[in-house]
């Protein structure tokens, strides 16, 4: 009994602990903003996303099959995230994307360092041949803000004629449509 009387007011000291330090999580992450100044999705990116972009068209799979029929040139860009490390991706699950994409990892993030926006600025003018009306749709999966953010991104860029696949990878799939696998490009 003696046991039983030691341990409970250590129990106490030790939920009351606990429920502390869990409230100050919660309110260390509703204290994190979710856009930047710029307005870019800075956190809590798989969370539900707006209907449409103010900047391009936003895309359902039919719309985005019938773009690819009629606008052949259209380029795809999968901006779905992998860990980068010591100067190179790392491969920490299997990733395949919409057939004919380019996957430009990382760059759907609502803050990119110089090294990243170099990336996106490379690959999309290489993607475009410089032609910044060419048809550009970004897209990452479903309820993810990080196609949102790149779309954003290339419009701030002067990229004019931009989509937005807001289904992704997962509508794509859902459809009956194949995916093939994918590697990121490599940092120029």
Not at 61 to 80: F, G, K, M, N
Not at 151 to 175: M, P, T
Request: aromatic share 14%; glycine share 8%.
């Amino acid at each position: 009994m003696k046991h039983s009387l030691l341990a409970r007011p250590a129990f106490l000291l030790f939920c009351g602990l606990l429920g502390s330090s869990l409230t100050s999580l919660a309110q260390a992450q509703t204290e994190t903003p979710l856009f930047s100044a710029d307005g870019y999705r800075l956190s809590h990116y798989r969370s539900p996303t707006p209907a449409q972009i103010d900047y391009g068209q936003t895309l359902d799979t039919s719309a985005l099959q019938q773009l690819l029929r009629e606008q052949p040139r259209t380029r795809l860009i999968d901006v779905y995230r992998r860990p980068w490390r010591y100067g190179q991706f790392i491969e920490d699950e299997v990733h395949a994307n919409l057939p004919g994409s380019l996957w430009l990892a990382n760059t759907g993030d609502g803050e990119l360092s110089p090294q990243w926006q170099a990336y996106f600025s490379h690959y999309l003018e290489q993607a475009s041949q410089g032609d910044k009306a060419w048809p550009l749709v970004f897209y990452c999966r479903s309820d993810c803000w990080l196609g949102w953010n790149a779309s954003k991104r290339a419009h701030h860029l002067g990229y004019s004629n931009l989509y937005w696949y807001r289904d992704g990878i997962d509508g794509w799939q859902q459809a009956g449509l194949p995916l093939i696998p994918a590697q990121p490009l490599v940092m120029p």
